[in-house]
């Protein structure tokens, strides 16, 4: 059973571009989150989605940032206008269920993001 | 705001001895908790997990403990490996859904 993928693992903008990261949850997973980490620094939750549904929006930016989980295909999130401060490391988790321990989440292995 | 946060940045331990990471917690209705390991340029692995209606679960080498009462949340790795060496931290979860929240992070370094 395939883990959390996610691509590209390292993308490299300049000011003013669109970044697109990719999310491909595990198998049997429905659920999708979003988190931002800066160097040194813990993980900052952004968004949780479902298919075709943005449950929690709360910790993203409500300017420039939208993300999305299609009821085919990975999850999105895209970053218009990208400034020098929306370098950072990228990570998607997913998990099963929200019922008892089946919501532990899964994280893949990020996409690190360089604004130039 | 409620936070989870940890006690000590870093930690360095010699090879084959037991680490002890803290963290504290200050949402009183966090239900679940979570450890994570995250080496580096990887995403957070997890390790265990306790509900709070425990005080104590134990894994591989590992062994989470609960102390509601202080709110504080403990990972005890015994006879740590060079491979232990990384990032960990807590994150807590009270709702109905996984919006978890982490902490700083402890960097364990294992001192061969």
């Known amino acids: 059973n395939a883990g959390v993928m996610q691509n590209p693992r390292h993308l490299v903008r300049r000011r003013g571009q669109e970044a697109r990261l990719r999310c491909s949850p595990m198998?049997?997973?429905?659920?999708v989150y979003w988190y931002r980490q800066l160097p040194e620094e813990g993980l900052k939750f952004m968004v949780y989605?479902?298919?075709?549904?943005?449950?929690?929006e709360s910790g993203m930016p409500k300017e420039r940032f939208s993300a999305e989980f299609p009821k085919e295909g990975p999850s999105i999130l895209r970053i218009q206008q990208v400034v020098r401060g929306d370098s950072a490391a990228y990570f998607c988790?997913?998990?099963?269920?929200?019922?008892?321990?089946?919501?532990?989440?899964?994280f893949g292995p990020g996409t690190r993001l360089l604004v130039l | 705001g409620e936070s989870v946060g940890l006690h000590l940045p870093t930690l360095s331990v010699q090879e084959g001895d037991n680490s002890i990471i803290n963290c504290a917690y200050s949402n009183s209705a966090s239900d679940y908790f979570i450890w994570y390991k995250q080496e580096s340029g990887k995403g957070p692995q997890f390790i265990i997990d306790?509900?709070?209606?425990?005080d104590k679960r134990q894994g591989q080498r590992v062994t989470v403990l609960l102390n509601k009462t202080v709110k504080h949340l403990s990972l005890q790795i015994a006879a740590t490996q060079p491979g232990d060496s990384a990032v960990y931290f807590c994150?807590?979860?009270?709702?109905?859904?996984?919006?978890?929240?982490f902490g700083t992070g402890t960097k364990l370094q294992v001192i061969p």
């Open positions: 994150a807590e979860n009270s709702g109905g859904y996984q919006k978890v929240t």
């Open positions: 989605l479902q298919k075709e549904n943005i449950i929690d």
């Open positions: 198998k049997g997973h429905s659920h």
């Open positions: 306790i509900r709070s209606n425990m």
């Open positions: 988790a997913s998990s099963p269920s929200i019922a008892g321990l089946e919501k532990t989440q899964y």
